[in-house]
Each structure stands twice: as structure tokens, then as C-alpha cells.
């Protein structure tokens, strides 16, 4: 088992894969109009749910998101940071439940030298940061901060390509 380490710079490298795969015009659906309205890590299928519907959602009526699972037991990755973590062989969803990437956690006005890794996000992710193969993955603070900016203008609304100039723009303050 070994120990990944993402810095600013593969963190930027992961990003462009990202962009390339999707293109640079591609807007996420959690912020179009025509989604859910909600960004998320993880590909989603949309359900209607009624009043009487299952036992996880009685008394609820509306749409309820469900991950889109691959073949290899993984979330489809949704958003760009999503396609980063699947990139590394993480599970967006997983990841997602704790929200690693949070403002709360880290954001781009907060460079205090947080780093997230298997040990520190331990309470908050069962298993911590693990690949499908078992390694585990320490994001470093720039890392964070490089996503955090991508993310930021993904959920602005705006496509990758500028969702990337704003993490290239955050290396300025590394």
C-alpha cells in the first residue's frame, strides 16, 4: 500500500485532464439550469418519489438523486473535483459524504496549512481516503486550495475552462 500525495501542481495536472475529457465549454449539471440545482462529486439519476413512497423518503414528495454506479462498484465522478478524486481511484460519493472539500474544511481564504489525508479525515470518511486499490491519497493544503478555487467557479455557474483559469489564478497565492 502506498501514499499519494497531490500537491498544487498534480492538483492543476488533474484539473486539465478534467477539462480535456469534458472540454472547456462544458457547464456541470448541478449548476444548470436544467439539473437538479445541486453540485455534487458523483454522477446522478433523478426519481420521482411520491407521498407514499419508499421507506427512506416517507412523507416526501419530489425528486430524489441516486449516484450512477460503474462497473467498477465506484460513482460515475459529476463535477470537476469529482473527476479528480475518480482520476485517483476514489469514490466520489464516498468522498462526497465528507465533504472533503468543503468551505468548512478549507477554502481559498483560509491557507492555513491544513492537510487532508487518511489519518485527519479518519472520523469524518469511514476508511478515511482510500483508493480502490487500497492506497491511500494526502491532499496538500495548495492541492486544496487549487480544487477549492476550481469548484468555486464551477458553482458560480461558469464551464470548466474558466473553472481551470481559477484554479491556475489560486497558484498566484501559493
Same mark, same amino acid.
Given at each position: ?7 498544487? /501542481? ?7 485532464? *478534467?477539462? +480535456? @475529457? +469534458? ?9 444548470? =439550469?436544467? &439539473?437538479? &440545482? ?5 454522477? !446522478? ?17 419530489? +425528486?430524489?438523486?441516486? =449516484? !450512477? ?18 482520476? @485517483? ?19 481559498? *481564504? ?15 470518511? =469511514?476508511?478515511?481516503?482510500?483508493? +480502490? /486499490? ?15 478555487? *476550481? ?12 473553472? @481551470? ?8 497565492? @501559493?
Amino acid at each position: 500500500m502506498t501514499n499519494i500525495i497531490i500537491d498544487a /501542481d498534480k492538483a492543476i495536472e488533474l484539473l486539465k485532464a *478534467a477539462v +480535456k @475529457l +469534458k472540454g472547456a465549454s462544458y457547464i456541470d449539471v448541478g449548476t444548470d =439550469p436544467d &439539473g437538479d &440545482g445541486e453540485c455534487r462529486y458523483y454522477a !446522478v439519476t433523478l426519481s420521482e418519489v411520491r407521498e407514499d413512497g419508499d421507506e427512506d423518503h416517507l412523507g416526501y414528495e419530489g +425528486k430524489v438523486a441516486s =449516484p !450512477v454506479i460503474g462497473e467498477d462498484g465506484r460513482a460515475e465522478p459529476g463535477c470537476i473535483v469529482g473527476h479528480v478524486y475518480y482520476a @485517483l481511484g476514489l469514490d466520489p460519493a464516498h468522498i462526497q459524504t465528507g465533504l472533503v472539500f468543503d468551505t468548512l474544511l478549507h477554502s481559498t *481564504a483560509d491557507r492555513s496549512g491544513i492537510v487532508a489525508n487518511a489519518h485527519s479525515l479518519a472520523g469524518e470518511i =469511514p476508511g478515511g481516503l482510500l483508493t +480502490k /486499490d487500497g492506497d491511500t491519497v494526502t491532499i496538500t493544503a495548495g492541492a486544496q486550495a487549487v480544487m477549492s478555487a *476550481a469548484q468555486a467557479q464551477q458553482d458560480c455557474g461558469q464551464n470548466w475552462g474558466q473553472a @481551470l483559469i481559477g484554479a491556475e489564478r489560486e497558484m498566484n497565492y @501559493l
